[in-house]
């Protein structure tokens, strides 16, 4: 033990003093940052894990820098100086035991790896504001990768005299060899495509920075560090017989490796066979679930039971499972629905499959039940907001509301499926919350159809005709509900906001541009029904958006209209308004018990797109839905729906460059600077 620990300090020592060491350090925490970085940026708006998202960028750059630190630790001492055979000689005749000097050294670089792997964590964590439940899970992960790769740095030095050829061994062994093999099968094999979607390691990476520590993984970088440790000893050990003769306990090392390998694949597949997984609760409290999921849940009384039909050996069985538990814990702490889930495999609970069969279930979804009534969901379209809207369903009444489309006038379609022009994505998200969605015509309708929760001209590019603007002012006049979104290029419903006192304006907007560079950054007030639980989220409207003025009397009597701000930006005289809602006899409505008319006016025609509603980073998609169910009346959970598993960074573009540059730039310059002190104090000492 006196020796381990001395050979330790002194590698340690030697890692420390090396001022190569410490520029590799600093390489890899801005690769690291860099890359994470992007991916962040590309992931903005996602339903994603911000750990795994970093442990993907990391993985990479950390097998480099690992391969690095590792290149010489057994074939050469930079201390000793000299060449690389004459280092490696200087090895051989050092009277320790080969397994001491392979395993101080490894634990030597492992210090040095724990602490530049912590150190770009920090970095990340500090300029990027996003979630880190998890990251202390990828961080133990990542380091166990990072062990695996030492081990195999070690062997590859013991292997290889030259410390170059160790690393880049190393290397290709470690990162480029698995990925390579991956896509291999994954070109020539369709089934392997299906059962194993992404390579191991980056399988294992977002299985623990969702907290899912399986001991499996766990047993197989145990079993394959230890063998590479192994095979480096013996290898050391083959060094030093050269020229000794020695024949038989050459045979019989190199039988002590082919059965070690053995053992180490045994060892793998037991673990495998035997596997169990314990989660670890890396969501804590409210940040678990979003603000409208915990309120569909306390608004809920009553049980709901939930299956998830899949095979366990399904590649989407672990995040149905993590999504599903989820829900069922915020459910634990809501006092309101009770929340029990269940999973059948169609392999193995036979009976149950069959039930499910029987009931009309089909296979890989995930089936809702509440006494009487069912639903269910594909396992491919699972998320934690479609499970909510789900056990929404199921306790709001048979008949839903229905929410119309204006056509005939350039408007959006909900069948157009166009990132671009289509609100087939709107029409989704309203279906799965309850209602109905339809066309209207206007030069075809008679009257005001019954079930009509209200009415959305999504972007006319076409004025209304006059018949048309007569029986929309018909419509209001009686207690209507009209959403509205309109700028510039599609003016056709302006007629009607104008006069209601909304008058669109030409002021222009600041420039403070979204992350992509392609938008306006919009504030929502924090006053209306609409955006009160959405206060401090930030709306993207497009730069061809429009601004409203609105009247100076707001509130001038109980039975007067009012016109109230939704979403702000900055502007060179103040700020202007990008959306306004209308309430006409808000006052007497109350005391009269009639539907008041109600308008919410958008001034961006692509504000609920397909492209920009896919993006959950911004608060376009929880202010539509709150927006309309304002004007429909209906008590719905009306608070944000990104959840902890949402990317929302909520930068600007410049914030971008200015994080990045921390963290890439600053942070290395930082580590660099400090490993030059130290270099140059001992130079000076």
Known sequence: MRILRTEFFRTLG????????????????????????????????????????????VRLPLAAFAAFISRNLV?????????????????????????????ARFLAAACCTAFALAFAMAAARIAFPVH?????????????????????????SAWFARPASAALATFLAAACAPQAVHAALCEYLGAYREVVPQPAF??????????????????????????????????????????????????????????????????????????FTVSCAVLEGDGAVSGRTRAILSDSLGEVRITAFLPRKSPAFAETARVLRRIENAAKTSAGVQVTVAYVDPEWDVAAATRLARAGAKGNSIVLERRNRRNSIPVSAVSESAVASAIQNLFLP?????????????????????????????????????????????????????????????????????????????????????????????????PLLEARGIVPGGEAVAPEMSGDGRGIVATLAPEHTITRTLAGGKAIFSRESCTFSLPVDESAGRDRAYTEALAEAATAQG???????????????????????????????????????????????DMVLNAIAWLAGI????????????????????????????????????LAAIGAFVFGRRRRQ
Request: contains cysteine.
């Open 575 to 621: 700020t202007a308004i990008l959306a306004a809602a209308y309430e006409s006899g808000r006052g007497a409505a109350r005391e009269l018990g009639y539907s008041p008319t109600r308008i919410v006016a958008i001034g961006d025609a692509a504000f609920a797109l397909n492209g920009i509603l896919e993006n959950r980073a911004n608060a376009n998609r």
């Open 398 to 494: 048979a008949g839903r509301e229905t929410v119309y489309f204006t056509t005939g006038h350039g408007e959006a379609s909900t069948d157009d499926f166009s990132p671009l022009a289509g609100a087939s994505t709107l029409a989704r998200i309203l279906h799965r919350d309850g209602y109905h969605v339809k066309p209207l015509s206007l030069q075809d309708a008679s009257t005001v159809p019954g079930d009509a929760a209200c009415i959305v001209s999504a972007g006319a590019a076409t004025q209304f005709s006059f018949a048309e603007r007569t029986w929309l002012e018909g419509y209001l006049n009686k207690g209507g509900r009209l959403l509205v979104f309109c700028d510039a290029s599609a003016p056709g419903a302006m």
């Open 14 to 57: 030697r890692l420390r003093r090396d001022a190569a060491t410490w520029w590799a350090a600093g390489l890899f925490t801005c690769a690291a940052a860099v890359l994470f970085a992007l991916r962040l940026h590309a992931a903005e708006g996602a339903v994603a894990n911000p750990a795994a998202i970093w442990g993907m960028a």
């Open 132 to 156: 880190g439940g998890g990251f202390f899970c990828t961080f133990a992960i990542l380091l166990l990768q990072g062990a695996a790769t030492l081990a195999a740095g070690c062997a590859a």
């Open 202 to 275: 980056d399988a294992h990476i977002a299985d623990f920075a969702a907290g899912d520590v399986a001991f499996a993984t766990l047993a197989l970088y145990a079993a394959g560090t230890i063998y590479l440790l192994y095979f480096a000893s013996k290898r050391l050990a083959f060094a030093r017989l050269v020229g000794r003769g020695a024949r038989r306990l050459r045979i019989t090392t190199r039988i002590a490796l082919f059965l070690g390998a053995v053992m180490a694949v045994l060892v793998a597949m037991l673990a495998e066979k035997w596997n």
């Open 635 to 670: 008590d719905a959970a009306g608070a944000s729906s990104a959840g902890a598993d949402t990317i929302s960074t909520g930068y600007s573009r410049k914030a971008w460059i200015r994080a990045t540059a921390m963290a890439g730039v600053v942070a290395p310059f930082a």
């Open 75 to 103: 074939g050469g001492d930079a201390a000793q100086g000299g060449t690389a055979n004459a280092r490696f000689d200087l090895v051989l005749t050092l009277p320790v035991p080969e397994r001491t000097i392979i395993i």
